[in-house]
C-alpha cells in the first residue's frame, strides 16, 4: 500500500509540474455527520466542522466540458450522538463518539460550465479516492458509564461520492471558485471481524473556496 501510494503521488506531482493549463489552490471548510451501523441503540447523527485543503489541476475539453484532479490533505471529523437505558437504573443515558480521521484524498471530477464568461456557473460529480494516513478518537460520556462504540481498525482505502455546484467568478482575471459539495461515503471506516461489530458511515457539506491559476 505505501508504494501504490508513493507512486500515486509522485504522478500527480509530475502532472502539475509539467500542465500548463488551470490550476486550482482549494481550501475545504466541512460539515459531516456519522452514522453507527449495526447497532440496536438508538443513533442521531452530530455534525462536527473540519478543514482541508489541497491542488487540483483543470483539464477543458471545451467551453463546457472538463475534468478536476487533485491531491489534498483530508479530515472528516465526525460523531453520532447515541442514547440508551442503563439496566441498573432503568435511565436514558447518551455518549457522543466522536472521529477524526485523516487521508490523502485523490479526487476526480467531471465539470459541466453553463456560461462561460465573468460569472461561470457549473454542475460536477464524482469521486474521491481517500488513502488512511492517521486519526483519533474520543467519546464525551456525561453520565460517566464508560461505554463506547467499537474503535476497530481503519480501512486503508477508502471512496467517497461528491456531486455539487460551483461558481467560477472572473476567470481571466480574480479566477475565484466557490463550491458546495455533498458527500457520501461509498463503504465503511472500520475494519472489523463480525458483522455484529459497530462501524461508521460519513455524509456531510463542504464548503470549498479555491483560487484559479
Known amino acids: 500500500m505505501k508504494r501504490f ?50 491542488v487540483s489541476a483543470e483539464f477543458n475539453f471545451s467551453r463546457a466540458f472538463a475534468l478536476e484532479f487533485g491531491a489534498f490533505y483530508k479530515t472528516y471529523k465526525v460523531a453520532a450522538n447515541v442514547q440508551y437505558i442503563l439496566t441498573d437504573t432503568n435511565k436514558i443515558a447518551y455518549y457522543t463518539p466522536i472521529y477524526k480521521v485523516h487521508y490523502l484524498s485523490i479526487p476526480s471530477y467531471f465539470k459541466l460550465y453553463f456560461l462561460n464568461e465573468e460569472i461561470s456557473p457549473y454542475f460536477f460529480v464524482g469521486a474521491d479516492i481517500n488513502f488512511y494516513l492517521n486519526s483519533s478518537y474520543e467519546f464525551e460520556d456525561p453520565d460517566g458509564t464508560g461505554i463506547g462504540p467499537y474503535d476497530g481498525k481503519h480501512k486503508d482505502f477508502r471512496v467517497f461520492f461528491d456531486i455539487g455546484l460551483g461558481v467560477l467568478f472572473a476567470p481571466d482575471s480574480l479566477g475565484l471558485e466557490i463550491e458546495i459539495h455533498l458527500v457520501n461515503d461509498f463503504g465503511y471506516m472500520f475494519k472489523t471481524k463480525t458483522d455484529d461489530d459497530y462501524n461508521v458511515r460519513i455524509n456531510g457539506v463542504e464548503l470549498v473556496i479555491g483560487k484559479r491559476f
Do not use: M, P, Q, W
Open 5 to 54: 501510494l508513493t507512486i500515486i503521488v509522485l504522478l500527480f506531482t509530475l502532472s502539475f509540474a509539467s500542465y500548463g493549463g488551470y490550476i486550482h489552490l482549494k481550501l475545504d471548510l466541512g460539515r459531516h455527520s456519522g452514522y453507527l451501523i449495526n447497532t440496536n441503540r438508538i443513533v442521531y447523527k452530530e455534525a462536527k466542522y473540519d478543514i482541508s485543503g489541497g
